[in-house]
Structures are given as C-alpha cells and as structure tokens.
C-alpha cells in the first residue's frame, strides 16, 4: 500500500486497497453470491418439497379425519337404529302390559258382586231357626265359594302389583333408551356438522387447547358397551315382560274357571237343598193334614167314649138300686138267689166297664193332647222350615246377578271404574 506523500492540502485520511484486493473481494463476492444462490436454490427445492408434503399430509389427514367422520356417523346411525327399533318394542311392550294390567283389574273388579252375593247368601241363610239353622252342603259350598273369591282377589291383586313394578322397570328402560336416542341424536347432529365443515367455512376458527381430553369422555369400547348394557336390559326387561303377561293370562283363566266351577257346585247345592226343603214342606204338610184329621176323629171318638161312659151311669144305678132293695127282704126270703147273682155281676161288669172307659178316655185324651202339642210343633216347624226355603229361594234369585258378570263368555264385565295407575302416555322418538 503506497500512501502519498504530496500534501497540499489538508485531507482526510482514507483507506486505499490494492488491486488483488479489489480482485480477491470480487471474486469473493462472487463466491458468496453463487453460494447463497445454492443455499437459497437448495431452501426454495427443499421449500417446495415440504410444501407438496405437507399439502398432501394435510389434504390425506383431512381425508382421512373426513371418512372417520363418516365411518363414526355411520357407526352412531347403526346404534341409534338399534335404540329407535329398540325403544318402539319397549312401547309396544308397555301397551301390551298395560292391557294385560287392565284387564286384570277388570277381572278383579268383577269379582266384587260375586264376593257380595256370596257374602249376602252366608248372612241370608243365618237367618234360619231351630233344626233349619244346619251346617249342610250349600255352607260348605258358600264357605268354599268365598274362599276360592277371596284368593282370586289376593292372587289377582298380586299380579297387578308385580305388573305394575314392571312397568316402572320398563319406563326407567325407556327413559334410559330416550336419554341414550337423544345423546346418539346430538352426536349425529354434531359429526354431520363437522362433516359439513370446509376450510372456507366461516365457521372455523382456532380454539384454545383443543387438543384436551375433555371431562367424562369414555373410550369407544365403553361407549358400544353402554349401549348393548341399555339394550340387553331392554331385552331383558321385556322377556320378563312377556312371560308375566303369558303368567297373568293363564292365571285369569285359571281363576275365571275355578269361581265358574265352584260357583256351579254352590247352585246345584242350592237347587237340591231347596227341592230337599220343598219335599220336607210337602211332607209337613201332608202329615199335618193327616194329624188335624186324626185330631178330628180322636175328638170324635172322645166325644163317644165320654158319652158311653155317662150313659152306663143309669144302668149302674138301676143295679145298685135293685140291689138295694132287695136288701128289705124278710126272713128267710133274703137269699142270695140267681137273680141277686144276676145283678152283682151286673154291677160288677158296670163298675169293671166304666173303669176301663174311664181308662180308655183319659188315654184318648191324654193321646189327642199329644197330638195337638205334636201338631203346634209340626206347624212351628212348617213354619221354619217355609221361613228358610224362602231364604233359599232369595239365595237362589240373588245369584242370578252372577250370570251377565263372570260367567257368560268368559270376559268380565268391569263393574268398577279403575285408573290406570302405570301413569303412561304416548312417547315420539326424537331423531
């Protein structure tokens, strides 16, 4: 470096290179230059690379997001199927034990006047008096009637208690199917959003930590396993259900002809018991017309017995009297001839006649005072015994509200006004 010496004028001092510095620095330069330019050349390659890469990742990845989408709707709408098609055989299920509940409280409802007529008979026939008031057939038969009423009653009364319980489970499973339907609903709603979702949707924008786990999220095993756990108790449920309406069917006919079958042996009890009592008034009454007869002919007779007694009074005192007299004989003319012979047997025969009158009559009207106390007992018995045939016969006309009831074509007749007490109302699937 040469640095001049000629100085004039006062000048700043500057630096001066060379020539093969000059030449070093461009060439230099033009090394940098190339290089940079490779560098640059080998980011814009690498850029571009990275560019299609991760379009394509991300374009793939969005795919891939978008069929998942897809895949999981189709997933839910298969689960939701299966809950909708579920919940409609749960309804289904309700009405029919609904029904079958209904019908069992008609059926028990129904035995309500057979249980009344019953228990009127039983109080009726208390009402018998003397020898009439007897423990026969037709009380046994009633006794057992009301029995066989009052199980039916408890027997039915259980069956609606156990259908009822079922269908608080079958509402609870419907419930929980409902819930479950709505949830699958929303989510179905939710993915299909999201389907629906484009990089030019307005609606997207960045959210703050989306990656997080959010609170009471299950796994996708737990998740099908929640809905085939509400989907085999529905099943379940409804199994119990069938086999219970099957139960309370069977048991209602069951019932239904044990209370025909008895109530026919009450009524053929009756209608015997009361031909029985018919034949006894018939009897009675053919014996008291009998005794009133003979009551008149002992009468009668004891009116003639009375008066051939008062009539052997004149001939007794025409014997004694001329036995008397011949007492006043003299002398040896008061002898015991044939003729004082003749009327001492005369009077004996009297005396020994009227005795065994006297004997006659009193037995005659000791036997006429028999029959009349035997008659008075045989009209009071006439009478008692016409007292509980007319109760029979009330028995018999008051069963004949039984007919039209239970009895007729084997579907009760509802007598009383029952609410439904499952409480159900009509459901729509929300989809």
């Not at 929980?176 to 030019?200: F, W, Y």
């Not at 002919?297 to 052997?312: G, P, R």
């Not at 003299?330 to 006297?358: F, S």
């Not at 039984?402 to 729509?428: E, K």
Request: charged letters at 30%.
């Amino acid at each position: 470096m040469e640095r001049s010496t000629n100085t004039k004028h006062p000048e700043k001092p500057i630096v001066h290179y060379g020539v093969p510095e000059w030449c070093n620095n461009n060439e230099q330069l033009s090394a940098t230059a190339e290089l940079e330019r490779y560098l640059s050349n080998v980011i814009r390659q690498e850029s571009r690379t990275l560019r299609n890469d991760t379009n394509c990742k991300t374009n793939w990845d969005e795919s891939d997001t978008s069929r998942m989408l897809r895949d999981r709707v189709w997933e839910v709408s298969r689960c939701k199927d299966l809950l909708v098609s579920c919940a409609k055989k749960v309804d289904d299920e309700i009405e029919a034990l609904t029904l079958s509940k209904t019908r069992t409280e008609e059926t028990l409802a129904a035995t309500a006047i057979p249980h009344e007529v019953s228990m009127e008979s039983l109080t009726l026939r208390e009402g018998r008096q003397g020898f009439e008031l007897i423990n026969d057939p037709v009380e046994k038969e009633l006794k057992k009637e009301v029995h066989v009423i009052e199980r039916a009653q408890q027997t039915l009364q259980q069956l609606i208690d156990q259908a009822f319980e079922q269908l608080c489970i079958l509402q609870k499973i419907r419930q929980q199917l409902t819930a479950d339907l709505q949830n699958k609903v929303e989510t179905l709603d939710i993915d299909n959003t999201c389907l629906e979702l484009t990089i030019t949707s307005s609606q997207i924008s960045l959210k703050p930590d989306p990656t997080r786990i959010p609170a009471g999220s299950c796994t996708p095993h737990e998740w099908i396993q929640f809905t085939k756990l509400n989907l085999a108790r529905a099943r379940e449920a409804m199994e119990m259900s069938e086999q219970m309406r099957e139960h309370m069917s069977l048991t209602r006919v069951s019932l239904q002809n044990d209370l025909k079958n008895q109530q026919r042996a009450t009524e053929f009890a009756l209608r015997k018991r009361n031909h029985e009592e018919q034949q006894a008034c018939r009897e009675l009454e053919w014996q008291l017309k009998n005794t009133e007869g003979e009551i008149a002919d002992m009468e009668n007779d004891i009116f003639k017995l009375d008066a051939d007694l008062k009539a052997k009074t004149a001939p007794l005192k025409l014997a004694h009297t001329r036995l008397e007299n011949r007492t006043c004989r003299p002398g040896m003319d008061l002898c015991r001839d044939e003729a004082q012979r003749c009327l001492v047997d005369e009077v004996n025969q009297l005396q020994a006649t009227i005795g065994i009158l006297k004997e006659k009559l009193s037995e005659a009207q000791y036997s006429l005072q028999r029959l009349k106390l035997h008659q008075n007992q045989m009209k009071q018995d006439h009478a008692r015994k016409r007292g509980a045939l007319a109760l029979e016969e009330r028995c018999i006309n008051i069963r004949h509200r039984l007919i039209p009831i239970l009895y007729s074509d084997g579907t009760p007749v509802p007598l009383l006004l029952l609410t439904n007490s499952s409480g159900r109302s009509t459901r729509h699937l929300e989809a």
